[in-house]
């Protein structure tokens, strides 16, 4: 079962999830790789990413892919594609994942760089 994490001040808490999969995706991508000490390996290296070089925006997208691929690992999903652009202000990762029912799913994230 998956489950939705909603903060709201000054509490978290977890509720029930009807789509899994797009707070799959948003958990993977906003928790930092290493900060869970029961799954090191949970979450992205994408707060390493410190400019909007192109070297930067192609490293987005493998970071993006490398914290999704547990979802292919368990089955949850067939396939996910990643386009990543440079904004003004971070990077767009453009995200279509191929659940395995063969419904697609799309969400932007946007990644800021302050």
């Known amino acids: 079962m998956d ?3 909603v903060t709201d ?3 978290m808490t977890f509720y029930t999830c009807i789509n899994g999969i797009l707070n799959n995706v948003i958990m993977s991508l906003q928790v930092q790789r290493g900060s869970l000490f ?3 390996a949970f ?3 994408l707060n390493k990413i410190t400019d909007t070089s192109d070297s ?3 490293m987005a997208r493998m970071y993006c ?3 999704l ?3 292919i690992k368990i089955g949850k999903v067939n396939a996910i594609d990643v386009i990543s652009s440079r904004l003004a202000a971070g990077i767009s990762l453009d995200i279509t994942i191929t659940q395995i029912n063969g419904e697609i799913v799309t969400y932007t994230y946007y990644h800021r760089i302050s």
Do not use: E, N, Q
Request: hydrophobic share 45%.
């Open 3 to 5: 489950y939705k994490l």
């Open 9 to 11: 001040p000054p509490r």
């Open 38 to 40: 029961l799954l090191p």
């Open 43 to 45: 979450g992205s290296h």
């Open 56 to 58: 930067s925006v192609a």
């Open 65 to 67: 892919i490398d914290a």
């Open 69 to 71: 691929s547990w979802l």
